[in-house]
């Protein structure tokens, strides 16, 4: 899924970036208002990810001028939950809105749910992935199943699972999955994905399924 992120806080941008890739979306990042608008007669893309504070013209602007030309769905980024009546109440054309801070999983849940509800949605990153061993991940459905059976997982385990198959083979860093299945800003101890990944490891019934890479992080196994 194409998607064009207007963010100039590159602190904030480049993060959400990689893991919007991760998660197997085409990302276009800009900083600036106007610069939004251009990519979006270059390349139309099937939703905006648009902050509010931009170096230009503000977001506000922003959205009132896709809306002259354009339907694709708009989430908004705001700093301050008092922003969020503006946001709405102003009757931008804004789909959706995220307080910062917020994470990852939490935006793409939200896109997921705004391409659902406006009818964007291709379908294409939404396929089942096969992990071997007769495991199968339906990540529209957001389950796992083994030989046809469901296997149960909780929330954050599921969400470990796709991360880590959304790219089989590739190690991902410990920080990294942190910050994308718990929180962009998550301060607490790493024992938690050790204990998530025990569980997995468990439930999925194939211990060498999910690699550990000693001191950096751990890896899917690829199907051969
Ligand atoms: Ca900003």
């Not at 992935?129 to 991940?137: C, E, H, K, T």
């Not at 998530?196 to 194939?206: F, N, Q, S």
Request: charged share 30%.
């Amino acid at each position: 899924m194409r998607l064009l992120l207007v963010e100039d806080d590159l602190a904030i941008a480049e993060p959400l970036t990689r893991g919007l890739r991760r998660d197997g979306f085409t990302v276009e990042h800009v900083t600036h208002g106007l610069v939004a608008l251009d990519a979006i007669d270059a390349s139309p893309p099937e939703i905006v990810v648009l902050d509010l504070g931009l170096p230009d013209i503000d977001g506000y602007e922003v959205c009132q001028r896709i809306r002259e030309k354009s339907a694709v769905p708009v989430i908004i980024l705001t700093a301050r939950g008092d922003e969020t009546n503006r946001v709405l109440g102003l009757e931008l054309g804004a789909d959706d809105y995220m307080v910062k801070p917020f994470g990852i999983r939490e935006l793409v849940a939200r896109i997921r749910a705004v391409v659902r509800r406006t009818g964007t949605d291709t379908g294409a990153s939404d396929a089942d992935i096969d992990l071997g061993s007769g495991l199968v991940l339906d990540v529209r459905a957001r389950r796992v199943m083994r030989d046809g059976n469901e296997v149960v997982l909780t929330r954050k385990e599921f969400d470990l699972l796709s991360l880590l198959a959304s790219d089989p083979g590739a190690i991902h860093r410990r920080a990294d999955i942190l910050d994308q299945v718990w929180d962009a800003h998550w301060y607490g101890p790493t024992k938690t994905l050790d204990v998530h990944i025990a569980g997995l490891r468990r439930k999925l019934g194939d211990h060498d399924l999910i690699e550990t890479v000693r001191g950096v992080g751990f890896r899917l196994r690829e199907t051969p």
